[in-house]
């Protein structure tokens, strides 16, 4: 039977809960089973509860006529962050990337902030970076709008100028490097991929083929994508609320001998498909596929957009979704095990890489939560210090690092929050940011990785740029550059081993970074924290929403947990399609 656990949501006079510094962490949450709050003093949270409330839009006239959508959505007005133009939000959503995830909607509406692609673009930005934050000057105001308009103006024209010359090049010379084309297949049957101008070859990826097409399972797009430790399972989730899991041709029978095992009553469930579905998979697949051609179990239970996922290491999946809630399931049951209740939608979540009994959660309340799973409660908890807005302390990302010694969590601001996680009290933090230009200020983090066997973490954010951080000094190690994710959620990801990097972008392609630049291919002039030295190819016409390597890449070749030349890329779109492309062959060598 299904057991939810939820938090009590009780509040201040004020209507905020309590807010605590890094050094009053480790204090229980109440929650349904009657544990109360222990010691602390309870005081208003700026910007929360009664503040955020009386900026929330009417929903019915003063007759009591419900009023439609656009009525709400002109009721909040919105700024532009670059331009300083504000609008009705039902103008600026029509403005915002095509493929814009639910979340950044809400949190736009929340801070009443917004950009969109074209002027991130356009903008630029500082690639010089800062860890302490820089002040602008203090010349007036009116001033330096004027000539910020000035400079905007002059690099629209500039910008659209040299897209002209581009495009005249492309169409007069045939060079295809500046101009998109819809057949991504060369003749010889790979994909496309294009260098940076920049890249000195050779290029890691101009052998890869796409191997298959797992679309039709998902309705909407799909926001997240995450692989089992094994690297035989594939979880999605997205905008149908649908939790599905692929599993390798070569795994099927093992699962399938588990869930008979553990799950005695799956043989009736829609999760568990007959021999008869799984003759028929076999049959409409090809002998190239990797995946079985349908979904191995769909898990239903979640009743808004599926935003996050996380595997331990014993075939636990965990589920984040903006209807406030994180489910527990087990590849070998149908239903869902457990209900984690919120009191904002989750973000994000992960399992402790070494004790899977427990996992952390950040939520839009600006909490970060240690959860123990067996006793179904919050067994440490945290409140993210934010400014006077109340929008800044808001969890868009977290993850452990360090093997579990650190909880991290990313904010709206562009912040790196690090909790030691014995007592989650609070340790430091990186201020992901330039030094100077638009990028001065911080934008939301999307994404925490941490890079195995290394003390490092790579922190992707909308400014559209993925930074790499060494935890020993909290220094940045490199920046790399290129993919456009201005609005989205997307989050890059490590190979298995570290030495290179993949994003989903929102110009329909994606993106491959190595970790670390061959310095004997460049001039003595290179800065080594700065890397514009991409691969990218086309995925399709959709926003490309997530992007992962495959953990074990063997395992797509038939060699099992050896080690093999080539990497395996899985990319999810806008349009709910699932992509696997390869450079490895058959025989464990590259395409």
């Known amino acids: ?19 605590r510094k890094g050094g009053d962490a480790g204090v229980e949450e109440t929650d349904s089973f009657g544990q109360g709050e222990q010691a602390g003093e309870v005081k208003e949270r700026p910007g929360s509860g009664r503040n955020r409330a009386a900026h929330r839009p009417r929903t019915a006239s003063e007759s009591g006529r419900q009023l439609t959508d656009k009525e709400i959505l002109d009721q909040v007005v919105v700024r532009n962050l670059d331009t300083g133009e504000t609008m009705p939000l ?58 910020k308009r000035k400079r905007l103006r002059i690099k629209q024209f500039w910008n ?41 070859g050779p290029l890691a990826f101009e052998q890869l083929q796409l191997k298959q097409d797992l679309s039709g399972e998902h309705v909407g797009a799909v926001w997240t994508m995450k692989f089992s430790l094994c690297g035989r399972l594939l979880a999605t989730a997205g905008q149908d609320h649908v939790v599905r899991i692929f599993v390798l041709k070569e795994a099927r029978a093992y699962f399938d001998a588990l869930r008979a095992k553990y799950g005695p009553d799956a043989a009736k469930a829609e999760a568990v498909p007959a021999e008869s579905q799984t003759a028929k998979a076999d049959a409409a697949a090809s002998v190239d596929e990797l995946f079985e051609g349908q979904s191995f179990c769909s898990y239903h239970g979640h009743t808004v957009d599926v935003l996050d996922l996380s595997w331990s290491k014993n075939y636990f999946l965990l589920s984040s979704s903006m209807d406030k ?23 994000a979540i992960a399992f402790h890489p070494r004790d899977d009994r427990y996992f952390l959660s950040g939520s839009l309340d600006g909490k970060l939560r240690l959860w123990n799973i067996p006793d179904k409660r919050v067994a440490l908890w945290n409140e993210i210090e934010g400014s006077s807005k109340g929008v800044s302390n808001l969890i868009t990302a977290a993850n452990f690092c360090l093997n579990g010694k650190y909880a991290v969590v990313g904010t709206y601001d562009g912040r790196c929050l690090f909790y030691d996680t014995e007592h989650l009290k ?32 790579l922190v992707t954010s909308n400014d ?28 890059a990801a490590f190979n298995h081993d570290g030495r290179f990097i993949v994003c989903g972008s929102e110009d329909h392609h994606c993106y491959m970074w190595r970790t670390y630049h061959d310095l004997s291919k460049f001039s003595s002039g290179l800065r080594r924290d700065r890397s514009d030295y991409y691969e990218r190819f086309k995925v399709g016409t959709a926003v490309v929403t997530a992007a992962v390597f495959a953990p074990v890449p063997g395992l797509f070749a038939g060699q099992g947990i050896r080690e093999v030349s080539g990497e395996v890329i899985l990319t999810a779109d806008y349009a709910g399609s699932i992509k696997v492309f390869s450079s490895i062959s058959s025989n464990g060598e590259p395409s």
């Open 325 to 347: 809630t994180v489910r527990l399931w087990h590849i070998s049951r149908r239903e869902c095990l457990c209900c984690f209740q919120h009191v904002d939608f989750v973000t």
């Open 464 to 491: 559209s740029r993925l930074r790499l951080y060494d935890l020993k000094d909290h220094s940045l190690t490199c920046k790399y550059k290129g993919c456009a994710n201005s609005s989205s959620q997307i989050r």
């Open 160 to 200: 659209k100028t040299k897209d002209k010359l581009k495009h005249v090049k492309g169409e007069v010379f045939g060079d295809d490097k500046d101009v998109d084309d819809d057949d991504n297949t060369l003749e010889s049957g790979y994909i496309r991929v294009k260098p940076s101008s920049h890249h000195k």
């Open 90 to 147: 039902s103008v600026a959503e029509d403005r915002i990337t095509k493929g814009t995830n639910p979340l950044s909607l809400h949190i736009m509406r929340l801070t009443s902030e917004y950009i969109s692609s074209h002027d991130l673009h356009l903008l630029g930005g500082s690639d010089d970076e800062s860890m302490s934050g820089a002040t602008g000057s203090s010349k007036d105001g009116s001033e330096k709008k004027e000539k």
């Open 1 to 19: 039977m299904k057991t939810v656990v939820a938090l009590d949501t009780r509040e201040t006079a004020a209507g905020g809960n309590s807010a």
């Open 426 to 457: 609070y340790h430091t933090q990186i201020h992901a940011r330039s030094t100077r230009g638009k990028n001065a200020k911080g934008r939301k983090v999307t994404g925490i990785e941490p890079m195995a066997g290394e003390n490092k973490v």
